[in-house]
T-cell receptor, first 113, second 116 residues
Framework: AQSVTQLGSHVSVSEGALVLLRCNYSSSVPPYLFWYVQYPNQGLQLLLKYTTGATLVKGINGFEAEFKKSETSFHLTKPSAHMSDAAEYFCAVSSNSGYALNFGKGTSLLVTP | EAGVTQFPSHSVIEKGQTVTLRCDPISGHDNLYWYRRVMGKEIKFLLHFVKESKQDESGMPNNRFLAERTGGTYSTLKVQPAELEDSGVYFC??????????????FGSGTQLSVL
């Protein structure tokens, strides 16, 4: 079954520093990978997704992720953190059926001044 | 355009009681999904409706959970009788299309269910 593992339940960065949130996947078929973000008291929002084609995917709010098949990874990065980036981030992979998403446990990002 | 709406936002009930959660998807979205996050664990898929039909209910934990989507509009998720392990955040999502990588899911802000 398709699954993802997010390394680090909490990550803290300084404002202006690089953001790196790690996600590794396990999949028996070429994966469709997603990053979602949840701000306090809001629903999950799609940041970006990888289906096929270019392995470097750009998303909203300056985030990007690179699909690396050899490393089975799909890490999320942002060059310079803003205070507004503080949220919980979820990596997900399409299930076998294609209709469901299998999520990781989430990583809470704290941005300090 | 209104987003996915869920209510109540919070519900506190006692073990053995019944609770009904409601989800109003984005207008025109035929696909509706329920997910659940138990504290400290992953967000887990529960089921998927296409219009009023259940496309996939493989994630439903047991027969104490009943989901309906009458008329293909809003959906309800009933838990009867509720158990302690049912506590968590229940998310609803909707999309226009479905299938591998094509669907863009829009999520509601969830219902926090606490069973005491």
């Amino acid at each position: 079954a398709q699954s993802v593992t997010q390394l680090g339940s909490h990550v803290s960065v300084s404002e202006g520093a690089l953001v790196l949130l790690r996600c590794n996947y396990s999949s028996s078929v070429p994966p469709y990978l997603f990053w979602y973000v949840q701000y306090p008291n809001q629903g999950l929002q799609l940041l970006l997704k990888y289906t096929t084609g270019a392995t470097l995917v750009k998303g909203i709010n300056g985030f990007e992720a690179e699909f690396k098949k050899s490393e089975t990874s799909f890490h999320l990065t942002k060059p310079s953190a803003h205070m507004s980036d503080a949220a919980e981030y979820f990596c997900a992979v399409s299930s076998n059926s294609g209709y469901a998403l299998n999520f990781g446990k989430g990583t809470s990002l704290l941005v300090t001044p | 355009e209104a987003g996915v709406t869920q209510f109540p936002s919070h519900s506190v009930i006692e073990k053995g009681q019944t609770v009904t959660l409601r989800c109003d998807p984005i207008s025109g979205h035929d696909n509706l999904y329920w997910y659940r996050r138990v504290m400290g664990k992953e967000i887990k898929f529960l089921l998927h409706f296409v219009k009023e039909s259940k496309q996939d209910e493989s994630g439903m934990p047991n027969n104490r959970f009943l989901a309906e989507r009458t008329g293909g509009t809003y959906s309800t998720l009933k838990v009867q009788p509720a158990e302690l392990e049912d506590s968590g955040v229940y998310f609803c999502a909707s999309s226009q299309v479905s299938g591998f990588g094509r669907a863009r899911l829009f999520f509601g802000s969830g219902t926090q269910l606490s069973v005491l």
